[in-house]
């Protein structure tokens, strides 16, 4: 029997998906959600401080595609090999969630915008829901039919939402007026004139950017997939120059076309911009834009939440065995059904214990902006934990070949995420329920392998699981709120 060919992703399939994941609805929701948080000066600032500490997890992840190409699965393999398999599971479970959350916001972000055109889908929350299920068990089916199939379906799909993307950044640049900035370092936020210091402003714009930039290690999650080891780091670099560009341009000159407030209340901010200079074809132009690339990375973000699971299965049985299941198409099924059973529950939950009174006037898209702005804080949270165990590897390799960039890189990332954990205190609170549920698939695990939990681990879950207890406590009695 032939062996089964698993490496069916060249270049540009790798780059699209990359890219694909990248731009999602972080890009064209960006102007609003920074717009909510900080005034344009400071948001230049919180760009320039990302986008240093994002380039530089990009570095590391291209050096160690170069250094250890032998480490498939990315964000899983660079984690166990940086402090163990317990800690590499741990790292797999919460960039699992992290991706699960991601789907779940790009869902919001789908209803949201075509209740424009639906209204029904403005008026109830459970034709959303209906909607988000269908998206979420038609992409499943595609993904199922293949990697290579929906490769080459998120290959088409990038380049049509990079258009509009363009467009807008040129106009803007073109139609841009600094009266509209007022003062871009005030300490009142120009669109919703709520008081916020500098440091509040920017710690508050890092989270929105740095899940505008997940997705930034698709190529290394999916190495096993590619076809050239060393396509997996250029991919990384290439994705982020591209789409650095693009997010300068798009969140800071479309505050200079329209009103601060008009764009931070509108379902589609940048069809707000577009409207505002072109008027109904501009708006249409971009609605039809966002909702290309919300529909492009969800298909990217669902096959990147599908291999996490199956890597770490196969290399080191650290999820249950039955995720290292595949089809003949090197589609990893259970993983995929497990993923998309988990999304539909989530989804269920959400609507279900979301109240009638956060839809305002009749209209849920107010609903559907918090459910989505707390889905990508969450997520963003959730993924940090492997993103700096992932630079401490690079650190690591850095300091065994005695080259010194790269530890540069590494603490340049590990700085800017050791200042979200603190910024976002609630959400890291909600991330500590996240972990503490793993415990379910270690127990699986350990019976898999007819061996004991190990004591560490057993100390791990106690304590998580009493400090999730305590933090539900919170959050069920209004002490947190998201």
């Known amino acids: 029997m032939a062996k089964m060919e698993t490496r069916v992703l060249g270049f540009l399939p790798l780059l699209a998906v990359v890219v694909g994941a990248i731009v999602g609805a972080g890009i064209f929701n960006a102007p609003a959600d920074l717009g909510r948080v900080a005034n344009p000066g400071w948001i230049v600032v919180a760009w320039a401080i990302t986008g240093i ?5 990009a570095r590391i992840f291209q050096y160690l595609a170069l250094r250890r190409p032998e480490l498939e699965g990315g964000i899983y393999s660079y984690a166990r090999e940086a402090a163990g398999e317990f800690t590499g599971f741990n790292s797999a479970y919460g960039y699992w969630w992290s991706a699960l959350f991601t789907n779940l916001a ?9 209740g424009l055109y639906f209204p029904f889908l403005s ?18 089916a595609l993904i199922r039919a293949g990697i290579r199939t929906a490769g080459a379906a998120n290959l088409v799909i990038t380049m049509l939402k990079l258009l509009p993307l363009l467009f807008v950044a040129l106009l803007s640049a073109f139609l841009f007026k600094p009266a509209l900035l007022g003062a871009p370092f005030a300490a009142i936020i120009k669109g919703t004139g709520a008081a916020a210091g500098p440091w509040q402003q ?13 997705g930034i290690e698709g190529g290394v999650t999916i190495s096993g997939k590619a076809r050239s080891a060393r396509d997996v780091g250029r991919v990384g670099l290439i994705g982020f120059l591209i789409t650095l560009v693009l997010y300068v341009a798009v969140s800071t000159l479309t505050l200079g076309v329209a009103p601060a407030r008009e764009i931070i209340n509108a379902p589609s901010p940048l069809g707000a911009v577009l409207g505002s200079a072109l008027g109904g074809f501009g708006r249409h132009f971009l609605n039809i834009g966002f909702l290309f690339s919300v529909l492009g990375a969800l298909l990217a973000w669902l096959l990147l939440t599908a291999e996490v699971p199956y890597s770490a299965a196969v290399r080191d049985n650290a999820f249950p065995r039955a995720f290292a299941r595949t089809n003949a198409r090197a589609t990893p099924v259970f993983s995929l059904a497990v993923t ?11 609507f279900l214990f979301t109240r009638s009174s956060d839809i305002g006037a009749g209209n849920n898209a107010p609903l559907l902006q918090n459910l989505y702005f707390g889905a990508i804080s969450i997520s963003v949270i959730c993924c940090l934990v492997p993103y700096v165990l992932s630079a401490l590897l690079g650190a690591r390799q850095a300091r065994r070949d005695g080259r010194a960039a790269p530890l540069v890189y590494a603490a340049l990332s590990i700085a800017l995420f050791a200042w979200m954990f603190a910024s976002m205190a609630k959400y890291t609170a909600a991330a500590v329920v996240v972990y503490a549920s793993g415990l379910c698939f270690r127990i699986r695990v350990h019976r898999e392998r007819r061996q004991r939990m190990p004591a560490v681990e057993i100390a791990f879950y106690a304590v998580m699981l009493a400090a999730g207890a305590v933090i539900l406590y919170f959050i069920i009695t209004g002490r947190i709120r998201f």
């Open 123 to 140: 008026r109830s929350k459970w034709a959303a829901f209906a909607l988000a299920s269908a998206l979420l068990w038609g992409y499943a």
């Open 106 to 114: 790009f869902f919001f972000a789908i209803a949201k915008i075509l």
């Open 340 to 350: 998309a059973v988990f999304s539909q529950l989530l989804l269920a939950l959400l």
């Open 202 to 214: 920017i710690g508050a714009s890092l989270g929105v950017m740095v899940f505008a930039f997940m």
């Open 53 to 57: 500490g994002m380039f530089s997890l």
